[in-house]
């Protein structure tokens, strides 16, 4: 009894596993697709443009917002703490490296997958219930052409001058809270941040970082709208899995 | 949506991105303090480099002249094998000498040419030969108790 019970407790363990894998290797095969169809938004780049316009100005408020604010408090906290050793000046490496290295890239990809990444699922979720979809198809156009790669691109392009523009409004913020505000040596925060920051290791890297991010995020937002049941409950799980995955 | 608005938005979000990617390379990066750009290896072993990293800067007469470029033991003389890349526009004649020094009390570690008045200059890949190895607090404020109890004890002796 208490062997076959703990049997179907490890049972269940393996198929929650093997349920994950098989849905992240049906990302990769989309994402694997959604590159063969792209041909088509690049000869058609104002479909492309489109979608910029979607996922990237429409979250260029809640990115740079959050930016200004995210550097603002590193520029309060970090010359809070640096203040105890005497070497204040040094906030300014502090919020430049922190941004540029991982706040910018990981923050703006979450801000991204929460406003823009759930918008584009939930539109081809919605697509597809509404048979949209299929009509494209009935129509001899391959909706992944049309629909995905389009999207897909759209977020891709994106996000890497979200995540630089993340970072810049936090260097600024950190800049407007340290100097401006509470006075710390203007032309020390600026040269000890160039002293410290490489532009291959540090700025290159974090570019590198969002890039992949915009990959990773943008292909999730189209494959879960894409794969989504055709309800209005399919949908609602398919942006809440979007934004937490 | 018109085309044309369209098309200018995202042509100022596309140009935001660039202004913001410009802002970190230049005001942020260090692109612009990239000196020529072109740089030869010259080689220091010291007995004790302290806190001394990769990238740190290498200065003469308190300028930027180039970037340690890798810090190494040295197995067979037991000492750190320090490579420097210094800038091709400064050249350092052969009898340079090369300290590693602190900038402020508790600053980061650099290493300071001191430059010499021989005729030949260093080339590619030459070793510095007069080297002065990083100050160590502990062992300097060891060496000063050691000092004042001497003369402390010597002053005894004197009354006696």
């Known amino acids: 009894m208490v062997l076959e019970s703990t049997l179907r407790n490890i049972r269940l363990v393996g198929d929650g596993t093997l349920k994950i894998v098989e849905r992240i290797g049906a990302t990769v095969v989309f994402l694997g697709l959604t590159l063969t169809q792209s041909a088509t938004s690049f000869r058609r780049f104002d479909l492309v443009i489109r979608e910029i316009f979607y996922a990237g100005v429409q979250s260029l408020i809640i990115i740079m917002v959050s930016g200004l604010f995210v550097g603002m408090v590193l520029g309060l906290q970090g010359r809070e703490t640096l203040q105890n050793y005497?070497?204040?000046?040094?906030?300014?490496?502090?919020?430049?490296?922190?941004?540029?290295?991982e706040l910018g890239p990981v923050v703006a990809a979450l801000l991204f997958a929460s406003r823009a990444g759930s918008a584009i699922t939930a539109e081809i979720g919605?697509?597809?219930?509404?048979?949209?979809?299929s009509a494209?198809?009935?129509?001899?156009?391959?909706?992944?052409?049309?629909?995905?790669?389009?999207?897909?691109?759209?977020?891709?392009?994106?996000?890497?001058?979200?995540?630089?523009?993340?970072?810049?409004?936090?260097i600024i913020g950190g800049f407007l809270v340290a100097v401006v505000l509470i006075?710390?040596?203007?032309?020390a925060f600026w040269s000890q941040m160039q002293a410290a920051v490489d532009f291959r290791h540090d700025i290159a890297n974090g570019i590198i970082k969002s890039l992949v991010f915009g990959i990773a995020v943008s292909a999730i937002a189209t494959f879960e709208g894409y794969e989504a049941s055709p309800t209005a409950e399919g949908v609602y799980g398919a942006t809440t899995r979007t934004v937490v995955s | 949506?018109?085309?044309?608005?369209?098309?200018?938005?995202?042509?100022?979000?596309?140009?935001?991105?660039f202004f913001a990617f410009l802002v970190l390379a230049f005001k942020v990066g260090n692109l612009s303090a990239g000196g020529s750009g072109q740089t030869y290896t010259l080689v220091a072993n010291f007995d004790n480099i302290g806190q001394l990293k990769e990238r740190a800067p290498v200065r003469s007469a308190g300028v930027l002249?180039?970037?340690?470029?890798?810090?190494?033991?040295?197995?067979?003389?037991?000492?750190?094998?320090?490579?420097?890349?210094?800038?091709?526009?400064?050249?350092?004649?052969?009898?340079?000498?090369?300290?590693?020094?602190t900038s402020g009390i508790?600053?980061?570690?650099?290493?300071?040419?001191?430059?010499?008045?021989?005729?030949?200059?260093?080339?590619?890949?030459?070793?510095?030969?007069?080297?002065q190895g990083a100050v160590v607090l502990e062992r300097l404020i060891g060496q000063f108790l050691f000092n004042k109890a001497q003369d402390s004890s010597a002053a005894k002796g004197a009354q006696k």
Do not use: C
């Open chain 2, 106 to 131: 508790l600053g980061e570690q650099y290493i300071g040419l001191e430059a010499g008045g021989d005729d030949q200059m260093l080339k590619d890949g030459d070793q510095i030969k007069l080297v």
């Open chain 1, 136 to 170: 494209m198809e009935m129509m001899a156009i391959n909706p992944m052409a049309r629909v995905v790669a389009p999207r897909f691109w759209g977020g891709v392009i994106s996000m890497p001058l979200l995540a630089m523009l993340f970072s810049a409004m936090g």
């Open chain 2, 65 to 101: 002249v180039g970037r340690v470029k890798s810090v190494r033991f040295d197995p067979v003389h037991y000492t750190a094998e320090v490579r420097m890349a210094i800038d091709t526009q400064f050249k350092f004649p052969k009898d340079t000498s090369a300290s590693v020094l």
């Open chain 1, 183 to 187: 006075g710390v040596d203007d032309g």
């Open chain 1, 126 to 133: 919605l697509m597809k219930a509404t048979e949209q979809l």
């Open chain 1, 86 to 101: 005497g070497s204040e000046q040094s906030v300014g490496v502090l919020v430049a490296l922190s941004l540029v290295r």
């Open chain 2, 1 to 17: 949506m018109e085309r044309s608005t369209l098309n200018l938005l995202v042509g100022i979000f596309v140009l935001l991105g």
